[in-house]
């Protein structure tokens, strides 16, 4: 089923919009299967889960990290992760950049947006994105190429919509300002339920679990 899921997904996406499997919970032997279904990005949102997966799976998959990364775990993640969708201050970054310094690495990053400016979230501000961003581009072990949102959690996808829409705008004036070392493509947005509006909102990048894996326990 979980091969099939995929296949459809993939499917239907549009040309050009990567997927992400949103893996949390489930196993190296699920996340296999949606490999063999096409899959080739797997997301994860605790490095300890990601290190069991990453064991038994490796460089079959791209990993990316898309739940909040903890700067003591920073070391662990860096070895593991292609991507980490969720830098949201600067420490943050100068621990990914300290850890990849001494492994030669440079780690594509994306800007988590907290669009629903919720207190308790994850994310940086809106208003804060381009601040953030001007302090992270220095790093030179670490690169930002887009941003991530999970707006506020809503079961109407409609609900969703303004804050891909106020994510998206921020996008693209990070785009049109051209900060050297910034390079603005990826723009990942939506989830099972809200990934359609997502894309019509400009997401290039989804973020699938449920709909690829079925419900969680
Ligand atoms: C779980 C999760 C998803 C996918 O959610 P589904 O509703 O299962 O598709 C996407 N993004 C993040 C950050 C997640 O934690």
């Keep these: 089923m979980i091969r099939e899921n995929v296949r459809k997904i993939l499917e239907e996406l549009p040309e ?9 919970t489930r196993t190296p032997e699920e996340i296999m299967e949606a490999l063999d279904g096409g899959l080739e990005i797997v997301g994860e949102n605790y490095v300890q889960e990601a290190e069991r997966a990453f064991q038994e799976i ?8 898309i739940g909040h990364l903890q700067r003591n775990k ?13 830098v949201d201050s ?3 970054a100068k621990e990914i950049d300290k850890w990849c310094q001494r492994i030669g690495k440079v780690m594509p990053v994306l800007i988590e947006i907290n669009s629903g400016e919720e207190a308790q979230k994850s994310g940086v501000m809106p208003g804060q994105a381009m601040a953030l961003v001007n302090e992270i581009t220095p790093l030179e072990n670490v690169r930002v190429m887009g941003l991530m949102t999970m707006g506020p959690f809503a079961g109407d996808p409609e609900e969703a919509r303004p804050y891909f829409i106020k994510t998206r705008e921020i996008y693209e004036e990070l785009k049109a ?3 050297p070392n910034v390079e603005m493509r990826y723009l990942s947005m939506g989830m099972s339920n809200s990934y359609k509006v997502a894309l019509e909102e400009g997401a290039n990048m989804v973020r699938i679990g449920t709909k690829i894996f079925g419900e969680r326990e």
């Design 58 to 65: 490796g460089h079959r998959a791209k990993w990316h990290m």
């Design 16 to 24: 050009g919009v990567q997927l992400v499997g949103a893996a949390k």
């Design 177 to 179: 300002q051209h900060i």
């Design 74 to 86: 920073a070391k662990k993640a860096v070895g593991i992760f292609d991507m980490i969708e969720t």
């Design 90 to 92: 600067v420490r943050l």
